[in-house]
DNA sequence: TTCATTTCTTGTCCTAGTTCAATGTATGCG
DNA sequence: CGCATACATTGAACTAGGACAAGAAATGAA
C-alpha cells in the first residue's frame, strides 16, 4: 500500500525506517469517484494529493468560458493547486477534477507542517519535487510557443503513451492548446501516412 | 549591501541574526558586464543568482534557430537554471544572458549544500521560493494559452512596468511568444486610441 | 436494447498572427 | 563626427489554426 508513495518520496532523498514511517503515519488515504471536482476555482486548495490509482485534470476557465488543461495526474503523480492557495492565502484560480475513479494520499497543509516539524529531511524532498514540477511546466511552455500543434500531438504521445488512451481527445487538446476540431484534423492526417 | 537579498530570503520564512550571518558570508559577489553569456545550452549550470543590479534573460533556442525568453529577471530577482542540471546531472537547455551591467550575488551547489547543513531552515525559504516560480510559469502557460496577443502585451506592461521600458521590444515579443513585426503592429494600434 | 448524452469527424469559411522585404530610426563605437 | 550595426515600423501575401455547423460513432444508464 505504502510502497510506491514511499518510493516516489524517496527518489532525491534517502530516509531511514523511521522516517518513513512517520511519512505514512500522516497520509491519509481517500478514495473518489470519477468526475468529482475536489477544488473549484474561488477555494483555498487545502490538500495535496498523490495519486494511487486512477487519473485527475488540473484546468483554468478562461475568460471565454473556455478550459485550458494545465496537468493531467496519474498514478504516482502529486496534484494540488499549491502554488498560490498554501502560503499566500489566495484562492484558486485553478479546478482539480477527478477523470477515473480514484485513490489518494492526501496531505492537508497541516498534517505536512507536522511532517516537517518531526522529519525535517522532507522539506528537502518536496523542494526537490517542487523543481521538478518547475522543470516540467517551463518546458510545456517552451513547446506550447514554439512547436507546432501536430509536434506538440506527437510529442505528447511520445512523452504520455498511457494517458493519450485513457483520457477523450478534447482534453488532450484542451491541454496542448488547440480546439479539439483541429486536433481531430491533425490525427486523420497522420493516420494517413 | 546585504539588505535586499535579506529581504527576499526572509519573506516566508523569519531567520535570526546568526542565520541571516551564515546566509550572508556564503554568497559571493560578483559583477559581470552587459551582452554575456553565463550559460550555454549544454553546460551545468553551476550557480543560483540573486540579481542586485542589473537585468538579465533566460532562454531557448528552439528547432528553426529561434529564441523563446522564458524569463527576465530584474532587481532582486533569482535567476538560474535549477531546473534539470542541478540534481539530474542533466545538461542544461537554456542559455542565461546578462542584457546589462550587472551584480550578482552567487550560490554554487555546493555552498548551498553548505547552508542547509549550517541552517536548515533555509531549505524551506528555497521551496517556498520555487513554489512561487511555478506559479508564475503555470499563469504565463495559461495566459500564453489563452489570451491574444494584445491581451498579453498589456498585461506584460501592466506587471513588468519597468521592464518594457528597459528591454528591446524584440524580446519582449519573445517573451510573449509573438513576432517582432507583429508587436509592433499592436503598439502602433494602441498607440492610436 | 433503446434512447440520450457525450465524443469524434469532416467540411466551409474566416482571422490572428507569420514571413518576407523594404525603409526608417537609434545607438554605440573608433 | 561619421559609420555600422542593431532595432523598429509598415505593408503585402500567406497559413496555421479557430469557429461554426451538421452528422457519425461511441458510451452509458435504465
Keep these: 500500500m505504502y510502497s510506491q508513495i514511499n518510493k516516489n518520496i524517496s527518489r532525491y532523498v534517502t530516509f531511514d525506517t523511521n522516517e518513513l514511517e512517520i511519512f505514512n503515519s500522516l497520509l491519509e488515504y481517500t478514495t473518489i469517484p470519477k468526475k468529482t471536482i475536489l477544488l473549484h476555482e474561488g477555494e483555498m486548495c487545502t490538500f495535496e494529493a498523490f495519486v494511487i ?41 485553478v479546478y482539480i477534477e477527478t477523470l477515473e ?50 509536434e ?14 485513457r483520457v477523450a481527445q478534447h ?8 480546439s479539439a476540431e483541429f486536433l481531430s484534423k491533425i490525427r486523420t492526417k497522420i493516420a494517413k501516412l
Design 101 to 150: 475513479d480514484c485513490e489518494f494520499f492526501m496531505f492537508s497543509p497541516e498534517t505536512k507542517e507536522e511532517l516537517f516539524a518531526k522529519a525535517p529531511k522532507f522539506e528537502r524532498a518536496f523542494r526537490i519535487l517542487m523543481q521538478r514540477s518547475l522543470a516540467v511546466t517551463q518546458d510545456r511552455l517552451f513547446n506550447t510557443i514554439s512547436k507546432s500543434a501536430t
Design 171 to 178: 482534453y488532450i487538446a484542451s491541454y496542448l492548446g488547440i
Design 53 to 93: 490509482k486512477g487519473c485527475v485534470r488540473k484546468y483554468y476557465i478562461d475568460a471565454n468560458g473556455f478550459e485550458v488543461i494545465l496537468q493531467f495526474a496519474i498514478e504516482n503523480a502529486w496534484i494540488s493547486d499549491i502554488s498560490f492557495s498554501i502560503y499566500e492565502e489566495k484562492p484558486s484560480r
Design 152 to 165: 506538440k500531438y506527437l510529442e505528447f504521445r511520445e512523452l504520455y503513451p498511457t494517458l493519450s488512451q
